[in-house]
């Protein structure tokens, strides 16, 4: 699926990641600082609290004073400056958020396939706008093969799940390809109005799915085809 759009907002929200890891970075450093602040100003205030003790002159009162204050002011200087380094490392993880978002639905944009197809028809062309759960391709799974037959009541009543079978295909009369059966339909598939006497019963009809062994499959997979008519 086309993806320019969401490329060119993966890139902004990924300028984003790194604006709030530069401020973050920055953050960080304020706090540094703002503790080497505080330290020394804890410092000269231990200093003048000792000068204020053995000198009750007012100069010293005045610089013990100066000096709380500075303290103070230094440490609601480190809450603020720890405070931003918690907005700086929330704006980030909300900007790597919205990145890995984009990221994903880039992802979710491209068609993948877990087992092994094969590609029948594109259904749509380059360019065109498809609604949700619109259809691009017809696939057929390579590994998932089977032949559907149909039984009589008497037969199908005897048929058990797992049953060995042999494949015969038109096109390869002389070849068998060995298959298990797979499903044995709950209900008939043919089913007269009025189901009295025996012969009509015999005219009921159950589906059977025959599937060919996958690690069979696998070591074919260029062969294989859809729509072979055949026996089983």
Known sequence: MDTKFMAAQLRQAKAKVEQARHESA?????????KSELDIAQKDYRCSRGVFRSDKEAVALKQLDHDQATVATATAMLAEAEAKVLEAEAAMDAATAAAETIAADI??????????????????????VLSAGGKVL????LTDVYMTIFL??????????????????D?????????KVSFVTPEA????????????????????????????LLQHL???????????
């Open 26 to 34: 920055y953050a960080t450093a304020v706090v540094t600082r703002r």
């Open 107 to 128: 992802d979710d944009s491209i068609l993948k396939s877990t087992v092994k197809k094969r590609i029948l028809y594109r259904l749509a062309e380059p360019g065109e």
């Open 138 to 141: 017809t696939v057929l799974e």
């Open 152 to 169: 009589p009541t008497r037969l199908a009543g005897r048929v058990r799940i797992g049953a060995e079978t042999r494949l015969v295909f």
């Open 171 to 179: 096109t390869l009369p002389d070849m068998t390809v060995p298959a």
């Open 189 to 216: 598939q043919f089913n007269p109005k009025e189901v009295e006497t025996r012969t009509e019963r015999e005219k009921l009809m159950f589906r059977i799915k025959v599937k060919i062994d996958p690690e069979l």
């Open 222 to 232: 260029a062969e294989v085809k859809t729509g072979v008519p055949g026996v089983a």
